[in-house]
């Protein structure tokens, strides 16, 4: 029988407030003419987000069409290796291969709702575009997906899904010409007809509400996680482990757990090459506060607060930001962020494919080579990690790497 866990009495869903603020984190810093399409889309949400009627919709599209609950899944051999107590949740078996999914229908729902004609989104690595142009096909609507021109070239394979599914892509050629430069191609393209286009954000992001709107529709995570420990394990976990990018999994899996205060949350940043400014994408690690993108948060930038650019193995989290509830959450020392290498990703990537049979993205590896250092200093400890996705979108980068070594 599962025990019944310490709950802290603060409720963590008191964040943000009505400002969009997470303490001094968030808010909207945006050209005047974003600002009524940012209102709009508030009202939207408020009015929406928490219906019967969303809600009802919502779920059963999850579970019919995205596959949910996905599964809780015991690692019975990292367990022996580690000596802990290793447990998955295993969004990689999500409909189109991440928690993506989750998020891009529940926006696109909304955007019905709204009665907004168009979906327009960005994307990086391209896993939330090809979520969207799912979506869009799914609820019938039109999709144009933003993204970077060297992101056009790198992720060939998830271009053609889009464009198989039905949607436009649009090689951006402006700014650093990958996901950043998205992003601002979106919102130029909102601007100009902010009620007949919805913009789908793909993390946990931008200005308010949609760091708010991204983590709701992604605590279905920690929410099927919490309840999928204490029927399974018989206990909720020690400590809750997750690779952050811009912070959508990470949060989605945290937030339920919040308020319990005997679990410990690990989030994982991309280490990249090293502590230098410009060789990850740490920016909870390494950034400084600033504004980029619409929102106050942590941010890689250099002395002259010039916003720099990052690298990572993995481009699901190259990315020279953070979403600000995050940055709420480690200055408020709730939850502590750490990172972990190119390196150490992906000898934990071919450690999970070979242990478990699972080949996680090369974002999630970060979790796996957080979660491990975790456990050599906590043995026996009861270890959930958020398995973000499943890495056969990365097998042209295995093979120039880790294959590449062994032949
Ligand atoms: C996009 C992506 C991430 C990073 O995005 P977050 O918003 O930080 O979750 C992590 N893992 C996978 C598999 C992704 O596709």
């Known amino acids: 029988m599962s025990t019944s866990p310490q709950r802290s009495a603060v409720p963590p869903a008191a964040y943000p407030d009505a400002k969009g603020r997470f303490g001094t984190f968030g808010g909207r810093y945006v050209p005047e003419t974003l600002v009524a399409a940012l209102d709009r889309l508030q009202q939207g949400v408020e009015r929406h987000l928490h219906s019967a009627d969303f809600q009802a919709e919502f779920r059963q599209e999850l579970a019919t069409w995205v596959g949910r609950p996905t599964a809780l899944t015991r690692a019975g051999t990292l367990s022996r290796r580690w000596g802990a107590e290793v447990w998955l949740k295993r969004e990689d078996l999500a409909h189109t291969g991440a928690h993506k999914i989750n998020n891009a229908i529940g926006q696109t729902l909304l955007a019905k709702r709204l009665g907004a004609k168009r979906i327009i989104a960005e994307t990086g690595a391209g896993q939330h575009g090809v979520a969207s142009a799912a979506a869009a096909a799914r609820l019938g609507m039109p999709c144009v997906v933003y993204m970077g021109a060297i992101d056009v070239e790198r992720q060939a394979p998830n271009v053609g899904r889009m464009k198989l599914m039905g949607a436009t892509v649009v090689p951006v050629t ?159 020392g709730r939850v502590t962020y750490e990172s972990a290498t190119d390196e150490e990703a992906l000898d934990a990537l071919t450690e999970c494919a070979e242990c478990e049979g699972i080949l996680p993205a090369i974002e999630t590896a970060h979790a796996f080579a957080g979660a491990r250092r975790f456990a050599r200093a906590h043995p026996g400890a009861r270890i959930l990690i958020g398995c973000s996705g499943r890495g056969d979108k990365d097998m042209p980068i295995l093979q120039r790497t880790v294959l590449a070594e062994r032949s």
Do not use: K
């Not at 919490?226 to 018989?234: F, I, T, W």
């Not at 690690?285 to 600033?290: E, S």
């Open 174 to 332: 402006s700014g650093d010409q990958t996901l950043r430069a998205a992003i601002d191609e979106a919102l130029r393209d909102w601007v100009s007809d902010p009620n007949g286009t919805y913009y789908s954000l793909g993390s946990a992001v931008g200005p308010h509400p949609y760091p708010y709107l991204v983590r709701e529709l992604q605590s279905v995570i920690g929410q099927e996680a919490r309840a999928q420990m204490l029927e399974r394990a018989g206990g909720l976990p020690d400590v809750a482990v997750a690779c952050v990018g811009g912070g959508s999994n990470a949060i989605g899996l945290f937030h339920p757990f919040l308020a319990d205060d005997g679990v410990r949350l690990l989030g994982i940043e991309a280490g990249g090459r090293g502590p230098g400014l410009g060789d990850n994408a740490a920016s909870l690690t390494f950034g400084t506060p600033g504004v980029l993108q619409g929102s106050y948060t942590l941010i890689l930038q250099d002395a002259f607060g010039q916003v720099r650019e990052t690298h990572s193995v993995s481009a699901g989290l190259d990315y020279s930001g953070v979403g600000p509830e995050h940055a709420y959450l480690h200055t408020s």
